[in-house]
């Protein structure tokens, strides 16, 4: 691996790996023989979104145009309902959804953000779809207790013993957003950008973050 890269890739100016154009010719054939984009970068060492440039014709000119395979670029129902369901469920980011799908990530994006209208699934909400999003990732960085019911935040936590996290670059408590994207019916009025109110803790595990656990509190009344 170590010799394929240091014979197909060289440095570009800003001392990032650069595809040669032997290497584009190759990912482009492979490409269309089938391969995961996903997987061609991972074997020379650049990004997704540097291996769709190449399908798409945009890195080395002389490389030739977008690759015309059959059915790329036209996507059947299951197909879209495939990128929802990565992006909703398996928390990929849409360069890595491109790349394992065989679309450009411009059309993924579309997908996500609702902006594709034909096949895209009726009931799909865009705002729903971040929501649960969020949610399953938050999840998913949790050890669930059986014996006390709470979910234990393993992610980063505060010099209060509060775990956090980043979202749209902004870091805030877990429980917070467990509380905001959560679908409990006693935590359906709380709005963490509207609410000013505490989320208190029935168990009393300040890193549990179940949202049966999570107790809204107006500060009036605390």
Request: aromatic share 6%.
């Amino acid at each position: 691996m170590e010799t394929l890269t240091k014979q197909k890739i060289r440095k570009g100016h800003d001392g990032f790996p650069k595809l040669t154009l032997k290497a584009a010719r190759d990912i482009r054939e492979r490409v269309a023989a089938g391969e995961s984009q996903t997987s061609l970068a991972d074997e020379y060492g650049v990004a997704v979104k540097t291996v769709n440039h190449c399908v798409l014709g945009n890195t080395h000119k002389d490389a030739g145009g977008p690759i015309r395979k059959p059915n790329m670029g036209k996507l059947s129902p299951p197909k879209i309902k495939e990128v929802v369901d990565l992006w909703v469920n398996a928390g990929m980011t849409v360069s890595a959804i491109a790349g394992h799908v065989g679309i450009a990530g411009a059309t993924a994006l579309r997908i996500v953000n609702g902006k594709r209208t034909k096949d895209l699934p009726r009931d799909f909400d865009p705002e729903e779809a971040y929501r649960k999003r969020i949610f399953n990732k938050l999840v998913a960085r949790c050890k669930k207790v059986r014996s006390t019911g709470c979910w234990i935040w393993k992610g980063s936590v505060n010099p209060y013993g509060y775990g956090m996290f980043t979202v749209k670059r902004r870091r805030t408590s877990v429980h917070r957003w467990m509380a905001h994207f959560s679908d409990a019916p006693h935590l359906k009025d709380f709005n963490m950008e509207t609410s000013r109110a505490r989320i208190l803790r029935k168990c009393g595990n300040r890193i549990c973050v179940n949202p049966d656990h999570l107790i809204v509190k107006p500060i009036a009344e605390s």
